[in-house]
């Protein structure tokens, strides 16, 4: 069974660092492409992130280029990114997602606010 | 970037009824676009990839097509389990974006 458990969110103050992980498990993470979405409250999904299989490819999203990074460790089947310099408006739910969008975690939320 | 202009925005409907949501693209997108469904506190469900192909276990009632750079999902008779947000979502190029949602709610 196809698993994707995102973890690390919170609460943070505005201008500080977050860095989120998603684990995932059933299928040979090595070999897919990876995603990042969010979904701020009340509002539409957001696509901010890719990450290749092998991380020879990243792109992201413009309200997050240069603040947030996605990065893989296929050793540990593990997704992560890790937001630096956050916003309020980057208070959202952060889902990871497989290659294609057939399996999506549950999501983790992260609270931006002094 | 390409923009998914999506309607409506809000759309009543009875049970059984047919209803049809709409995506349209501001660049050539081919087929690369996707359907989905998602119901209050849960994480977006696949419904439709490839424009027009229906993902693994979904009902029969739900279909996808195309028309030009229009993009349409039919529920051919709305059953409660139905109501939801549905979101389209260009997948052709970088950044990848989603239309603005439809809320799919009892008349």
């Known amino acids: 069974e196809v698993q994707l458990v995102e973890s690390g969110g919170g609460l943070v103050q505005p201008g500080s660092s977050l860095k989120l992980s998603c684990v995932a498990s059933?299928?040979?993470?090595?070999?897919?492409?990876m995603h990042w979405i969010r979904q701020a409250p009340k509002k539409g999904l957001e696509w901010i992130a890719l990450i290749y299989y092998d991380s020879s490819n990243k792109y992201y999203a413009d309200s997050v280029k240069g603040r947030f990074t996605i990065s893989r460790d296929n050793s540990k089947n593990t997704l992560y990114l890790e937001m630096n310099s956050l916003r309020s408006e980057d208070t959202a739910m952060y889902y990871c997602?497989?290659?294609?969008?057939?399996?999506w975690g549950q999501g983790v939320m992260v609270t931006v606010s002094s | 970037d390409i923009q998914m202009t999506q309607a409506p925005s809000s759309l009543p409907a009875s049970l059984g009824d047919r209803v049809t949501i709409t995506c349209r693209a501001s660049q050539d997108i081919g087929n690369y676009l996707r359907w989905f469904q998602q119901k209050p506190g849960k994480s977006p469900r696949l419904m439709i990839y490839g424009a027009t192909n229906l993902a693994a276990g979904v009902p029969s009632r739900f279909s996808g097509s195309r028309s030009g750079s229009d993009y349409s999902l039919t529920i051919s008779s709305l059953e409660s389990e139905d109501m939801a947000d549905y979101y389209c979502?260009?997948?052709?190029?970088?950044?990848?974006?989603f239309g603005s949602g439809t809320k799919l709610e009892i008349k």
């Open positions: 997602a497989k290659w294609g969008f057939d399996y």
């Open positions: 979502l260009q997948s052709k190029e970088s950044p990848l974006t």
């Open positions: 059933g299928f040979t993470f090595s070999s897919y492409n």
